[in-house]
């Protein structure tokens, strides 16, 4: 039972280029979830997708865009990234009231 | 604005030596509060959810309580597998799917 697949779980960029975070979820859970976590701070919603075929801002959406493929699938996209893109970046998914499933993180640096 | 302060920041214990972790909020109509167990390079891991005042909740060295204005993560004898932060969150009710995180208390077991 794999839960939730991200990739990739490492990644360098320089500023300027763009690049697709993949998440995959095998729970078949309706609601789907992009976070980034930094060094202080708790970990803050940059987009949702509430069900297939929609999704929604978070709290930090600027730079960044995403894509519900399907109801398994979430991308989020950098499209010009900066360094302050720079944070670890995880996936989660729910279907209840109940808490998130999140992914193993996707670790990204932008130099 | 919904506010989740977790205390300590970090907190040291001696195998077997019970203590509690705190999360105190403000939020406006709650409609849940999680506590998350999240290891070093990993994604959180979700433990409990509370829905009112008064609820507790356990599993195995771990029960966490809520009141109206704060939760505790009570550790009973614990273990140095036990070691992780530990974060704590909060949903307002409304149609926002808002999840506010906080910082996390980072507990380190030593045997």
């Known amino acids: 039972n794999a839960g939730v697949t991200q990739t990739p779980k490492f990644q360098v960029l320089k500023t300027g280029q763009s690049m697709t975070l993949q998440c995959a979820q095998d729970?078949?859970?309706?609601?789907m979830y992009w976070y980034r976590q930094d060094p202080g701070m708790g970990l803050r919603l940059i987009y949702y997708?509430?069900?297939?075929?929609?999704?929604d801002k978070g709290e930090v959406p600027n730079g960044y865009n995403v894509s519900r493929l399907n109801k398994r699938e979430f991308s989020l996209r950098l499209e010009s990234a900066a360094p302050s893109q720079t944070s670890v970046y995880f996936c989660?998914?729910?279907?209840?009231?109940?808490?998130?499933?999140f992914g193993s993180g996707t670790r990204l640096t932008v130099v | 604005e919904d506010q989740v302060t977790q205390s300590p920041e970090a907190l040291r214990l001696q195998e077997g030596e019970s203590s509690s972790l705190n999360c105190s909020y403000t939020?406006?109509?709650?409609?849940?509060l999680f506590w998350y167990r999240q290891d070093p390079g990993k994604g959180p891991e979700f433990l409990f959810t509370?829905?009112?005042a008064g609820e507790e909740k356990e599993k195995e060295r771990l029960k966490a309580t809520l009141t109206k204005k704060e939760s505790f993560l009570h550790i009973t004898a614990p273990k140095p597998e036990d070691s992780a932060t530990y974060l704590c969150?909060?949903?307002?009710?409304?149609?926002?799917?808002?999840?506010?995180f906080g910082t996390g208390t980072k507990l380190q077991v030593i045997p």
């Open positions: 989660a998914s729910t279907e209840t009231r109940d808490g998130y499933t």
């Open positions: 729970m078949n859970h309706n609601s």
């Open positions: 997708s509430a069900s297939e075929g929609t999704t």
């Open positions: 939020v406006s109509g709650l409609r849940g």
């Open positions: 509370l829905y009112s």
């Open positions: 969150a909060v949903q307002a009710g409304g149609g926002y799917q808002k999840v506010t």
